[in-house]
């Protein structure tokens, strides 16, 4: 624990592989363990990715005195529970996203943290990035003025026929905002900066299983700004940010995974004269800087870049859009 943090990783998740490489190249990380349900296919997965340990139960992992930090992807309805285990088990957790689905469950998540003395973030890769700290830098700096608007999406195809995909899933909280409209929603508040909205509006299409497979929503903030997102499982791939100010706008192509392909990534910037410039981010893996921002949790004493307070702004907003595209009505958190 001197100078390096080991991580073990619930279930062996395709998700998982974004992770695995980013753990790997990082000085201060190790990766020592996996654990599936099955033994079989736990051994199996270790094998092929060389990790040295596997476990047949998630309790079993959880137990290992040797594993620092758990790595918890498991379905969204199972996050709290196997988050809080960890806790309880004085395991640091980087949790995928949505860390929660319900207010309840994430005062147990910030109640288990507390209790253990533990470090547990949410792992919104794209908030760790340089490209988005500078975008944030941007507006604090002035360069925007005041923000009034913010737009952003994030959509991709899930065919319909694949119904066994996990995020088609009620029983498991699937659904696109869950999924990638979490990622706008986020960005909105954040770059915003005034708190969890507090009017919201949306509708949605809702899919064959039961879930929303595409959102649309309007979110209203104190402070006078508006954000309008967007998430689907129905189109074609589409991802942006524009960040709207008084004085300039700031678009950012790639928002979500940006450098992940180990391409520079870029936001133009464009002013009241309409002149544009380009601001250019040196590529870095965004999951490399969520294993990066444990490890100084961890090691250095530092605070989460996405501490669970700034969760439950995300958690509070994305509730808000579903009981409003449920009711139709405009809602206040």
């Known amino acids: 624990m001197a100078d390096k943090i080991r991580w073990g990783i619930l279930s062996t998740a395709r998700i998982n592989s974004a992770l695995l490489g980013p753990i790997r190249h990082s000085a201060r990380s190790e990766l020592v363990a996996v654990a599936s349900r099955d033994l079989e296919r736990a051994r199996a997965y270790a094998a092929q990715e060389r990790i040295p340990k596997a476990y047949g139960s998630y309790e079993e992992l959880l137990a290992d005195p040797d594993v620092d930090v758990i790595y918890n992807p498991l379905p969204n309805a199972l996050h709290a529970e196997w988050t809080v285990k960890a806790a309880d088990a004085g395991k640091h957790v980087l949790c995928e996203k949505p860390i929660t689905v319900s207010i309840e469950e994430l005062d147990q998540v910030e109640a288990a943290a507390r209790l253990n003395g533990v470090t547990i973030f949410e792992a919104f890769m794209y908030l760790h990035h340089p490209q988005t700290r500078r975008a944030l830098a941007l507006i604090q700096e002035g360069r925007l003025g005041q923000v ?186």
């Open 148 to 333: 009034q608007q913010v737009n952003s999406w994030f959509h991709f195809y899930l065919p319909p026929e694949n119904a066994q995909n996990i995020r088609l899933n009620a029983a498991l909280s699937g659904g696109s905002l869950w999924d990638v409209g979490v990622y706008p929603n986020s960005m909105a508040i954040v770059m915003i900066g005034a708190g969890v909205p507090v009017a919201v509006w949306a509708s949605q299409i809702e899919g064959e299983s039961g879930v929303d497979v595409s959102m649309r929503g309007q979110m209203h903030f104190a402070n006078g700004a508006v954000a309008q997102i967007s998430s689907s499982f129905r189109t074609p791939f589409r991802e942006a940010a524009y960040i709207v100010g008084d004085k300039g706008i700031l678009h950012i192509p790639e928002p979500w995974k940006p450098g992940l392909r180990g391409q520079d990534s870029r936001m133009i910037f464009t002013g009241l004269d309409g002149s544009q410039e380009e601001i250019i981010t040196q590529a870095v893996d965004p999951y490399l800087c969520e294993v990066q921002a444990m490890e100084a949790c961890v090691l250095d004493g530092a605070d989460p870049v996405v501490p669970l307070s700034l969760s439950r702004q995300f958690l509070r907003s994305v509730l808000a859009l579903y009981r409003s595209a449920r009711t139709g009505e405009l809602v206040r958190p």
